[in-house]
């Protein structure tokens, strides 16, 4: 988090996420038989939505006090975006570096009814991936165990055969380097 911070520009902060486990439902961007793009929330058959997973988040800073709205939320195709003030975003942004829990009230400033709000929340450690998959060296599991994208694959030659490493997995045994593909 504090790297995308440090890298956008002070009235954006935008993020991927990952699948949300807790989540009831989520946010799907499906393209129409006329080639549009449609927003749906794919949910659990027969149940209520109480918390939508998305794709990404951006929080805008653009927002002017003069728009008569503490704050706009609303989804862009599978994510959503929440349009804020410069000072809700000099907080929010604040907060983050703190590790602080946020709260943002979304509606018309003048509003008598019930206003939407959008929660920043931090979490305990998610330490549920890597299910069912195991070390092709031992056979062991993998699941908890973190790993590491490498987003320039390197290359290792020899014998006439290239082997490109795409990911590491770390653990308290040793570490284990994936390969992408061999070539001949």
């Excluded at 989804?75 to 959503?80: K, L, S």
């Excluded at 959008?118 to 062991?140: H, L």
Aim: glycine share 6%; charged share 25%; with cysteine.
């Amino acid at each position: 988090m504090m790297k995308a911070m440090n890298k956008s520009n002070e009235h954006v902060l935008a993020g991927g996420t990952c699948f949300n486990q807790k989540a009831d439902s989520h946010l799907v961007c499906v393209q129409n038989d006329d080639g549009n793009y449609q927003t749906q929330a794919i949910s659990i058959h027969k149940q209520p939505r109480k918390v939508t997973g998305a794709s990404f988040f951006v929080f805008s800073g653009a927002l002017k006090p003069s728009s008569g709205f503490l704050a706009k939320s609303s989804i862009v195709e599978d994510g959503v975006m929440v349009q804020i003030t410069a000072e809700s975003m000099d907080a929010l942004r604040q907060a983050l570096r703190e590790m602080k829990d946020f709260t943002i009230t979304c509606g018309k400033a003048d509003a008598e009814e019930t206003q939407e709000h959008v929660y920043v929340q931090w979490v305990e450690d998610d330490k549920n991936f890597n299910k069912g998959v195991s070390s092709p060296i031992d056979g062991k599991s993998l699941e908890s165990v973190t790993s590491v994208k490498i987003s320039h694959g390197s290359e290792y030659k020899a014998n006439g055969k290239i082997i490109r490493w795409t990911e590491t997995l770390r653990s308290n045994r040793a570490a284990l380097v994936i390969p992408l593909t061999t070539v001949d």
